[in-house]
Protein backbone atom coordinates (compact mmCIF):
# COMPACT_ATOMS: atom_id res chain seq x y z
CA UNK A 1 0.00 0.00 0.00
CA UNK A 2 1.17 3.64 -0.16
CA UNK A 3 3.51 5.19 2.35
CA UNK A 4 3.80 8.41 3.13
CA UNK A 5 7.56 9.90 4.43
CA UNK A 6 7.88 13.43 5.68
CA UNK A 7 10.72 16.26 6.59
CA UNK A 8 11.49 17.17 9.26
CA UNK A 9 9.45 16.08 12.01
CA UNK A 10 9.96 19.50 13.94
CA UNK A 11 10.97 22.87 11.83
CA UNK A 12 12.08 26.23 13.86
CA UNK A 13 12.21 29.52 11.68
CA UNK A 14 12.82 32.93 12.62
CA UNK A 15 9.54 35.18 11.59
CA UNK A 16 10.00 36.11 8.14
CA UNK A 17 12.14 33.92 7.29
CA UNK A 18 11.00 30.97 4.43
CA UNK A 19 10.02 26.89 5.95
CA UNK A 20 10.16 24.12 3.25
CA UNK A 21 8.47 20.79 4.50
CA UNK A 22 9.52 17.63 2.02
CA UNK A 23 7.28 14.03 1.06
CA UNK A 24 7.53 10.96 -0.61
CA UNK A 25 5.25 8.93 -1.54
CA UNK A 26 5.86 5.25 -2.67
CA UNK A 27 2.78 4.53 -5.13
CA UNK A 28 3.47 6.12 -8.81
CA UNK A 29 -0.37 5.72 -8.90
CA UNK A 30 -1.11 8.53 -7.03
CA UNK A 31 -2.33 11.64 -8.02
CA UNK A 32 -3.53 14.53 -5.92
CA UNK A 33 -1.32 15.42 -3.02
CA UNK A 34 -3.06 17.92 -0.13
CA UNK A 35 -1.63 19.29 2.80
CA UNK A 36 -2.97 20.24 6.09
CA UNK A 37 -2.75 22.61 8.76
CA UNK A 38 -3.54 21.41 12.24
CA UNK A 39 -3.35 24.12 14.86
CA UNK A 40 -2.76 23.26 18.53
CA UNK A 41 -6.12 21.53 19.59
CA UNK A 42 -8.02 22.11 16.42
CA UNK A 43 -8.99 19.63 13.58
CA UNK A 44 -7.01 19.72 10.41
CA UNK A 45 -7.33 21.96 7.19
CA UNK A 46 -6.93 21.62 4.11
CA UNK A 47 -4.31 24.99 3.01
CA UNK A 48 -3.10 23.87 -0.50
CA UNK A 49 -3.66 20.64 -2.73
CA UNK A 50 -1.74 19.96 -6.28
CA UNK A 51 -2.76 17.45 -8.57
CA UNK A 52 0.00 15.04 -11.18
CA UNK A 53 -0.17 16.81 -14.15
CA UNK A 54 0.65 20.09 -12.65
CA UNK A 55 3.86 20.84 -11.12
CA UNK A 56 3.76 23.95 -8.99
CA UNK A 57 0.82 25.61 -7.73
CA UNK A 58 1.07 29.03 -5.32
CA UNK A 59 -1.67 30.68 -3.21
CA UNK A 60 -0.69 33.94 -1.68
CA UNK A 61 2.40 32.87 0.67
CA UNK A 62 2.03 29.20 0.21
CA UNK A 63 3.20 27.15 -2.62
CA UNK A 64 3.51 23.52 -3.39
CA UNK A 65 5.67 21.73 -5.72
CA UNK A 66 5.21 17.71 -7.15
CA UNK A 67 8.23 16.00 -8.85
CA UNK A 68 6.56 13.06 -10.13
CA UNK A 69 9.59 11.17 -11.41
CA UNK A 70 11.31 11.30 -7.96
CA UNK A 71 7.96 10.82 -6.24
CA UNK A 72 8.13 13.59 -3.70
CA UNK A 73 6.52 16.81 -3.30
CA UNK A 74 7.20 20.10 -0.69
CA UNK A 75 5.44 22.51 1.13
CA UNK A 76 6.84 26.13 0.94
CA UNK A 77 5.73 29.06 2.91
CA UNK A 78 7.07 32.63 2.92
CA UNK A 79 7.82 35.54 4.86
CA UNK A 80 5.93 33.29 8.05
CA UNK A 81 4.60 34.54 10.64
CA UNK A 82 3.99 33.30 14.40
CA UNK A 83 0.20 32.55 13.29
CA UNK A 84 1.65 29.88 10.39
CA UNK A 85 3.21 27.66 14.12
CA UNK A 86 1.11 24.67 13.78
CA UNK A 87 1.28 21.05 12.56
CA UNK A 88 1.38 20.33 8.72
CA UNK A 89 0.29 17.33 7.28
CA UNK A 90 1.19 16.05 3.59
CA UNK A 91 -0.83 12.73 2.13
CA UNK A 92 -1.42 10.96 -1.11
CA UNK A 93 -4.34 9.38 -3.05
CA UNK A 94 -4.41 7.52 -6.43
CA UNK A 95 -8.13 8.28 -6.75
CA UNK A 96 -8.92 10.42 -9.98
CA UNK A 97 -11.56 12.82 -10.74
CA UNK A 98 -14.58 10.40 -10.83
CA UNK A 99 -13.98 8.25 -7.58
CA UNK A 100 -11.86 7.84 -4.41
CA UNK A 101 -9.16 5.18 -2.97
CA UNK A 102 -7.51 5.87 0.51
CA UNK A 103 -5.92 9.84 1.86
CA UNK A 104 -2.59 8.53 3.44
CA UNK A 105 -0.70 11.19 5.22
CA UNK A 106 2.47 11.63 6.15
CA UNK A 107 3.61 12.13 9.95
CA UNK A 108 3.35 15.67 10.57
CA UNK A 109 5.89 18.36 10.73
CA UNK A 110 5.56 20.81 13.58
CA UNK A 111 6.51 24.59 12.58
CA UNK A 112 7.69 27.01 14.89
CA UNK A 113 7.44 30.58 13.68
CA UNK A 114 9.80 32.41 16.64
CA UNK A 115 9.01 35.97 16.70
CA UNK B 1 -24.44 23.71 7.89
CA UNK B 2 -23.14 22.25 11.08
CA UNK B 3 -20.53 20.37 8.79
CA UNK B 4 -18.99 17.11 10.49
CA UNK B 5 -19.68 16.57 14.29
CA UNK B 6 -18.72 14.19 16.20
CA UNK B 7 -19.96 12.88 19.35
CA UNK B 8 -18.92 11.93 22.71
CA UNK B 9 -15.82 15.09 22.83
CA UNK B 10 -14.04 12.54 25.43
CA UNK B 11 -14.41 9.13 26.81
CA UNK B 12 -12.54 7.00 29.48
CA UNK B 13 -13.29 3.46 28.65
CA UNK B 14 -12.26 0.12 30.84
CA UNK B 15 -10.37 -2.21 28.96
CA UNK B 16 -12.21 -5.00 27.41
CA UNK B 17 -15.11 -1.98 27.20
CA UNK B 18 -16.93 -1.89 23.62
CA UNK B 19 -18.42 1.85 22.53
CA UNK B 20 -19.56 3.68 19.17
CA UNK B 21 -17.73 7.03 18.15
CA UNK B 22 -21.21 8.92 16.58
CA UNK B 23 -19.94 10.82 13.29
CA UNK B 24 -22.66 12.64 11.01
CA UNK B 25 -22.49 14.91 8.28
CA UNK B 26 -24.96 17.39 6.64
CA UNK B 27 -23.68 18.17 3.60
CA UNK B 28 -24.48 15.46 1.02
CA UNK B 29 -20.75 14.28 1.20
CA UNK B 30 -20.02 11.03 -0.80
CA UNK B 31 -17.07 10.16 1.06
CA UNK B 32 -16.37 9.76 5.07
CA UNK B 33 -13.87 8.18 6.85
CA UNK B 34 -12.13 8.13 10.26
CA UNK B 35 -8.78 8.95 11.57
CA UNK B 36 -6.68 8.04 14.94
CA UNK B 37 -4.09 10.64 15.62
CA UNK B 38 -1.18 9.64 17.84
CA UNK B 39 1.65 11.96 18.53
CA UNK B 40 4.61 11.33 16.20
CA UNK B 41 2.50 9.34 13.68
CA UNK B 42 -0.06 11.61 12.63
CA UNK B 43 -2.97 10.78 10.63
CA UNK B 44 -3.63 6.91 10.29
CA UNK B 45 -6.68 6.19 8.28
CA UNK B 46 -8.92 3.13 10.00
CA UNK B 47 -12.11 2.76 8.00
CA UNK B 48 -13.39 4.32 5.23
CA UNK B 49 -16.53 4.58 2.87
CA UNK B 50 -17.12 6.02 -0.89
CA UNK B 51 -20.72 5.68 -0.28
CA UNK B 52 -23.73 4.50 1.90
CA UNK B 53 -23.57 0.65 2.44
CA UNK B 54 -19.88 0.91 1.15
CA UNK B 55 -17.10 0.45 3.64
CA UNK B 56 -13.48 -0.62 2.97
CA UNK B 57 -10.66 -0.86 5.69
CA UNK B 58 -7.24 1.31 5.92
CA UNK B 59 -4.12 1.02 7.02
CA UNK B 60 -5.28 0.51 10.63
CA UNK B 61 -8.60 -1.45 11.06
CA UNK B 62 -8.17 -3.86 13.56
CA UNK B 63 -10.42 -3.77 16.19
CA UNK B 64 -12.73 -1.21 14.66
CA UNK B 65 -15.83 -1.69 12.58
CA UNK B 66 -17.56 0.75 10.64
CA UNK B 67 -21.01 0.56 8.74
CA UNK B 68 -22.76 3.39 6.26
CA UNK B 69 -26.39 2.64 6.60
CA UNK B 70 -26.78 6.53 5.17
CA UNK B 71 -25.27 8.62 3.78
CA UNK B 72 -25.21 11.28 6.73
CA UNK B 73 -23.72 8.85 9.51
CA UNK B 74 -20.42 6.51 10.04
CA UNK B 75 -20.28 5.50 13.45
CA UNK B 76 -17.05 3.67 14.65
CA UNK B 77 -17.75 0.51 16.82
CA UNK B 78 -14.84 -0.34 18.95
CA UNK B 79 -15.10 -3.85 19.83
CA UNK B 80 -13.34 -4.78 22.91
CA UNK B 81 -11.32 -1.52 24.13
CA UNK B 82 -8.15 -1.65 24.21
CA UNK B 83 -5.14 0.62 26.19
CA UNK B 84 -3.21 1.01 22.31
CA UNK B 85 -6.70 2.44 21.34
CA UNK B 86 -6.16 5.57 23.44
CA UNK B 87 -5.91 8.38 20.82
CA UNK B 88 -7.81 11.08 19.16
CA UNK B 89 -10.26 10.23 16.41
CA UNK B 90 -10.95 12.24 13.71
CA UNK B 91 -13.91 11.57 11.41
CA UNK B 92 -14.10 13.57 7.80
CA UNK B 93 -15.99 13.73 4.61
CA UNK B 94 -15.09 14.47 1.50
CA UNK B 95 -17.59 16.21 -1.13
CA UNK B 96 -16.62 14.21 -4.05
CA UNK B 97 -17.94 15.03 -7.56
CA UNK B 98 -14.24 16.81 -8.05
CA UNK B 99 -13.98 18.47 -5.03
CA UNK B 100 -11.76 16.45 -2.80
CA UNK B 101 -11.16 19.06 0.53
CA UNK B 102 -11.70 16.54 3.39
CA UNK B 103 -13.92 18.38 6.12
CA UNK B 104 -12.76 17.02 9.51
CA UNK B 105 -14.43 17.01 13.03
CA UNK B 106 -13.78 18.23 15.98
CA UNK B 107 -12.76 14.72 17.29
CA UNK B 108 -13.01 12.45 20.37
CA UNK B 109 -10.18 11.76 22.74
CA UNK B 110 -10.89 8.46 24.16
CA UNK B 111 -8.52 7.20 26.88
CA UNK B 112 -8.63 3.54 27.62
CA UNK B 113 -7.30 2.19 31.36
Known amino acids: GENVEQHPSTLSVQEGDSAVIKCTYS??????FPWYKQELGKRPQLIID?????GEKKDQRIAVTLNKTAKHFSLHITETQPEDSAVYFC??????????????FGPGTSLSVIP | NAGVTQTPKFQVLKTGQSMTLQCAQD?????MSWYRQDPGMGLRLIHY???????DQGEVPNGYNVSRSTTEDFPLRLLSAAPSQTSVYFC????????????FGPGTRLTVT
Open chain 1, 91 to 104: AADKGDETSYDKVI
Open chain 1, 27 to 32: DSASNY
Open chain 1, 50 to 54: IRSNV
Open chain 2, 27 to 31: MNHEY
Open chain 2, 49 to 55: SVGAGIT
Open chain 2, 92 to 103: ASIKGQKIYEQY
